[in-house]
């Protein structure tokens, strides 16, 4: 069965820095797309990073030089380095799968974990 | 940036009725279309992709048509389970959603 577990997330002064991780179970992260999404209370979604199984990163301009994405094959999990934090990154952050060679669709999402921006 | 509408931005149905959904592109995504359900509190879950193609396991009263620009999602008979937000997507380039469709019960 296929599972993502996100956790890491939290309250967090603006400018701070939090890392988020984001677990697999099921399938290999390194086989396939993964994905941070966001959405803001009461928002809609917004997507915010991709790592591909070759390596390529991208991210949404709204968060391109303060975030970095990341995968650890050992432990099968893919990470979300978040620094320069301010209020408009409050959000519920979404770990999610691209299957390969998909195009960016999401199939699978995890649970989500909160990340509060505020003094 | 492709820009996704969603309309209505809320839609009222009685159970047992039909409920039709639609999403525009701001410029052809081809069939790069997807749709998603999503609970209170729980994430998004996929239901169609590729404009039409049902996701696994989802119930056959779910259907996607359109491609281009212009798109919709129709629930043919609206169970209680069925209320709740549904965002379009493409994936022609870098991801975008629409704002969202609720649909609650009338």
């Known amino acids: 069965e296929v599972q993502l577990v996100e956790s890491g997330g939290g309250l967090i002064q603006p400018g701070g820095s939090l890392r988020l991780s984001c677990t697999a179970s099921?399938?290999?992260?390194?086989?396939?797309?993964m994905n941070w999404v966001r959405q803001a209370p009461g928002k809609g979604l917004e997507w915010v990073s991709i790592i591909y199984s070759g390596g390529s990163i991208y991210y949404a301009d709204s968060v391109k030089g303060r975030f970095t994405i990341s995968r650890d094959n050992s432990k099968n999990t893919v990470y979300l380095q978040m620094n320069s934090l301010r209020a408009e990154d409050t959000a519920v952050y979404y770990c999610?799968?691209?299957?390969?060679?998909?195009?960016?669709?999401?199939?699978?999402w995890g649970q989500g974990t909160l990340v509060t921006v505020s003094s | 940036e492709i820009v996704m509408t969603q309309s209505p931005a809320t839609l009222s149905v009685s159970p047992g009725e039909r409920a039709t959904l639609s999403c525009r592109a701001s410029q052809s995504v081809s069939s790069h279309l997807a749709w998603y359900q999503q609970k209170p509190g729980q994430a998004p879950r996929l239901l169609i992709y590729g404009a039409s193609t049902k996701a696994t396991g989802i119930p056959a009263r779910f259907s996607g048509s359109g491609s281009g620009t212009e798109f919709t999602l129709t629930i043919s008979s609206l169970q209680s389970e069925d209320f709740a937000v549904y965002y379009c997507?493409?994936?022609?380039?870098?991801?975008?959603f629409g704002g969202g469709t609720k649909v609650e019960i009338k």
């Open positions: 999610a799968r691209t299957p390969y060679g998909s195009g960016n669709l999401f199939d699978y």
């Open positions: 099921g399938f290999t992260v390194s086989s396939n797309y």
């Open positions: 997507q493409q994936y022609n380039s870098w991801p975008s």
